[in-house]
């Protein structure tokens, strides 16, 4: 990297990205916006993100210490561990939260060396909410789950409850949050106000909003896919489903589409956090053929046994595929879902663990799709939540209302839009085609 001097120096934002899948590539709109802008973009990710955020920021791709954790596993060495609530304590304490010190040391460096204008990460990456408070630079926050800001007519994030209104819904909702923060983030809360501290810092009252920037927050979905509320935090700007954009991963098998003329076609995937296919693969898979679908099934790297139309592949081009798709059956990530709602494709939802409860209760309430909450369910009640999610009136106009919904939101337009206020005056295009943003050429190994 070389900084510009203060003559010709473009505005520099730093985007910071927490190392989960989703999480680091639906950092992309925000990296194409501001480069199409005309503003100069650090990209601080894992190591393994480097090709892909290359193509856009080419040398200003920060990696992490070789030393920092640069993806999740899951502690599938003991028994019912994965998914439990131990695992997500694991996952904010040890993970999140431990990681902290040594993100806020890097950031620290990157925003006074670089001249940072402003940091923008998502809610997960708990450290720039530290360096904004220590610079003061400029913060802003990408929200690629249920939007993590509580209010007392709903139910808090991790409970996957539905609404439950008057005074009755209130007392459940205080009581739900309570146990919650308790038994999942105390923890984690300590050791981060520990950070806070050592720096000179107030301590937080809430983790999960520690990672929510007040002065902007980017919601990757649209009003009609979160709980209505009576009052929105003025901070919050919906901007659409998110996402590394088309052609990331390889299309779908052109053999794949000649199979299916006689057959629709099912798009199957359970995440990339939980690779065991008992889970959702396989009974998904079941219920599929037998209800006379062809299935793809992403995210799994070895072929699933049983019939030849199913076919399994490591990784594929989820806007292709959810094109192609007649149906989208997942355990519940976030982005495949918007994703999903975003093309118009039906929703079968089915998993327990993690946050999937949160977008099973959404799906449910805003009528896109159905939820299963449960971790491996039988083939039957799978097939039977295929079949009304494809058949039920009610569910086709919420589909078609949300897909309506995304379509007006143009993500990497008002990304740009929301953040070219935080840069400095004068310093950006406001009037930039964003489909002109052209890929940039990485450096050679060698430096040349």
């Known amino acids: 990297m070389v900084p510009a001097s203060d003559a010709d120096r473009r505005p520099t934002v730093l985007v910071a ?18 480069r199409a802008a005309g503003a100069r973009v650090l990209w601080y990710a894992a190591p393994w993100l480097r090709a892909h955020a290359e193509r856009w920021v080419g040398e200003d791709f920060v990696a992490f210490a070789a030393d920092l954790p640069t993806t999740f596993v899951p502690a599938r060495t003991v028994p019912g561990t994965v998914g439990s609530l131990a695992e997500v304590r694991r996952l904010y304490r040890d993970y999140l939260v431990g990681s902290v010190p040594r993100h806020v040391d890097a950031l ?51 409970s996957g409850l539905p609404v439950l209104h008057g005074p009755a819904g209130r007392h459940r909702n205080r009581q739900v949050k309570h146990t919650v923060d308790a038994v999942l983030f105390s923890g984690a809360l300590a050791d981060y106000n520990q950070v806070r501290r050592a720096h000179g810092l107030w301590p937080v009252s809430d983790l999960l909003t520690a990672g929510v920037s007040r002065r902007l927050h980017l919601q990757g979905c649209t009003p009609g896919f979160e709980y209505p509320r009576k009052v929105w935090p003025e901070f919050v700007r919906f901007v659409g489903a998110l996402g590394p954009g088309p052609g990331f991963a390889p299309p779908v098998p052109a053999q794949l589409l000649r199979d299916r003329r006689s057959r629709p076609l099912a798009l199957v995937t359970q995440g990339t956090m939980r690779p065991d296919p008992r889970e959702l693969a396989l009974p998904a898979s079941r219920a599929l053929l037998s209800a006379g679908f062809e299935v793809l099934v992403a995210g799994m790297a070895s072929p699933l046994p049983g019939s030849s139309h199913v076919t399994a592949v490591a990784a594929v081009d989820y806007y292709d595929a959810l094109a192609q798709a007649d149906v989208f059956v997942t355990n519940g990530g976030y982005t495949g879902v918007t994703l999903a709602l975003a093309a118009g494709t039906p929703v ?75 840069l400095p005056v004068g310093t950006v295009r406001s009037d930039v085609a964003l489909h002109e943003v052209h890929e940039v050429t990485p450096p050679s190994p060698d430096g040349a």
Do not use: Y
């Open 17 to 34: 990205s927490t190392p989960i899948t989703a999480h680091a590539l639906n950092a992309t709109p925000v990296v194409r916006s501001l």
């Open 108 to 158: 620290l460096a990157l925003v006074e060396g670089e001249q940072v204008d402003v940091v923008v990460s998502d809610t997960l990456m708990l450290a720039a909410g530290i360096v904004s408070e220590l610079t003061g630079v400029a913060w802003a926050t990408l929200g690629d789950g249920p939007l993590q800001w509580p209010d007392p007519d709903l139910p808090p994030f991790g």
């Open 348 to 422: 079968v939802q089915c998993g327990a663990t993690e946050e999937k409860p949160d977008i099973g209760a959404r799906l449910r309430a805003s009528g896109a799709g159905e939820a299963i909450r449960m971790v491996k369910a039988p083939p039957w009640v799978i097939e039977r939540a295929v079949r009304r999610v494809l058949t039920d009136p009610g569910h086709r106009r919420a589909q078609e209302r949300l897909r309506a919904e995304f379509a007006a939101h143009d993500a990497e337009a008002l990304i740009r839009d929301a953040l070219l206020p935080l």
